[in-house]
């Protein structure tokens, strides 16, 4: 059982950055893979970025590649998104997702994480 939840959403104008986290709770943070998924209305829920439990994996859709930065701080329990070069259709409500998993993976599938956050909105002025 873990229990995630986000922030660091808001307004910002096209170009500009903002920094989410997502907030875990437990004792065994770096157990977990986690990922960054977003959704926009109208849209299906598409994957953003991953990373694995130690934090020496990273994975990134190809729409935030060079944009957007994955990280975790597995001794304050907090995953981070990094995001850099706004654009308006990056605008969504942003979810942290995590998985318990054993060993490194990446996980990209949302079907896959077993915990999920309530998200963050990010919304990108232009």
């Known amino acids: 059982q873990v229990q995630l939840v986000e922030s660091g959403g808001g307004l910002v104008q096209a170009g500009g950055s903002l920094r989410l986290s997502c907030a875990a709770s437990?004792?065994?943070?770096?157990?977990?893979?986690m990922g960054w998924f977003r959704q926009a209305p109208g849209k299906e829920r598409e994957f953003v970025a991953a990373?694995?439990?130690?934090?020496?994996?990273?994975a990134y859709a190809d729409s935030v590649k060079g944009r957007f930065t994955i990280s975790r701080d597995n001794a304050k329990n907090t995953m981070y998104l990094y995001l850099n070069s706004l654009k308006a259709e990056d605008t969504a409500v942003y979810y942290c997702?995590?998985?318990?998993?054993?060993?490194?993976?990446?996980?990209?599938?949302?079907?896959?994480?077993?915990?999920w956050g309530q998200g963050t909105q990010v919304t990108v002025s232009s």
């Open positions: 990373i694995s439990g130690g934090g020496s994996k990273t």
């Open positions: 437990g004792r065994t943070f770096s157990s977990y893979s």
């Open positions: 997702a995590a998985k318990r998993v054993i060993g490194i993976q990446i996980i990209r599938n949302d079907r896959e994480y077993n915990y």
